[in-house]
């Protein structure tokens, strides 16, 4: 599974005109589900999600997670993130999970998320044409992956 982190002082999807989530301060998600993965790449990729320290401390230096920080997240499927680049100019998307799966891990994904911070955590809609607006903090992103099994 592979996550794009972006911390962000707010953070909406809208689907069809309509906000359908939105966060403050916190951090947006990108997420795509690989072909092989399962359980263990979403319960190791949602540790490393919520432990990834992106917020300053008192001092100034990243040291500090989004649950440290009482940060909200905002989770958003994308499956373009598991394409593979390497050669040419279309991309191809023989790396990503098929859609069931992917909808499945996708869901059990954000139901840990928010089993794990209760309130904080917003999520757009699987497979719908999503506006994603953001401000990105810093700018900073980090790209974050569990190998598949």
Do not use: K
Request: glycine fraction near 10%; include cysteine.
């Amino acid at each position: 599974m592979i996550a794009l982190i972006q911390r962000v002082s707010r953070a909406q999807v809208d689907v069809g005109g309509e906000t359908i989530a939105a966060i403050a301060r916190g951090i947006l998600v990108f997420v795509a589900v690989e072909r092989g993965d399962g359980e263990a790449q979403l319960h190791r990729l949602w540790a490393r999600v919520c432990g990834y320290r992106v917020f300053a401390d008192a001092r100034g230096r990243m040291n500090l997670n989004v649950i440290e920080t009482d940060g909200e997240i905002l989770l958003v499927h994308q499956f373009t993130l598991a394409a593979d680049t390497d050669r040419g100019l279309r991309p191809s998307f023989s790396r990503a999970a098929p859609a069931e799966l992917g909808r499945m891990l996708y869901g059990q994904f954000v139901t840990l998320a928010r089993r794990a911070l209760p309130g904080r955590v917003a999520s757009g809609r699987f497979g719908a044409d999503m506006q994603v607006q953001l401000t990105n903090d810093g700018p900073v992103t980090f790209w974050l992956r569990t190998a598949p099994g």
